[in-house]
Nanobody, 124 residues
């Protein structure tokens, strides 16, 4: 059973940076594709960034150029470096994983494993 534990959230002023981490356990090999999602109060969960098994990445338009997703396969840790944060980035951020490749887009229904979330709050 894949388990995901996020960390690194917090409060920051607009223009600041945060790095989220997601420690993955309960599996062997590198067949997981992983992603970051976020959900603000009253809004649907949305895909932020994803990384395929081969290291290829994809991003939501709203974060392109500001966020970077990466993965340390040796440590089984997923990262999300968030720069130039905006108040609109305020949300609960979730790490997610799925077996197999990504097929384009970053959709919650494509992922079967989820972490508990970490809160990111950006003040103006």
């Amino acid at each position: 059973q894949v388990q995901l534990v996020e960390s690194g959230g917090g409060s920051v002023q607009a223009g600041g940076s945060l790095r989220l981490s997601c420690a993955a356990s309960g599996f062997t090999g590198s067949r997981l594709s992983m992603g970051w999602f976020r959900q603000a109060p009253g809004k649907e969960r949305e895909g932020v960034a994803a990384i395929d098994r081969d290291g290829s990445t994809s991003y939501a338009d709203s974060v392109k150029g500001r966020f970077t997703i990466s993965k340390d396969n040796a440590k089984n840790v997923l990262y999300l470096q968030m720069n130039v944060l905006k108040p609109d980035d305020t949300a609960m951020y979730y790490c997610a994983a799925r077996w197999g490749p990504l097929y384009g887009g970053i959709y919650p229904l494509d992922f079967g494993y989820w972490g508990q979330g970490t809160q990111v709050t950006v003040s103006s």
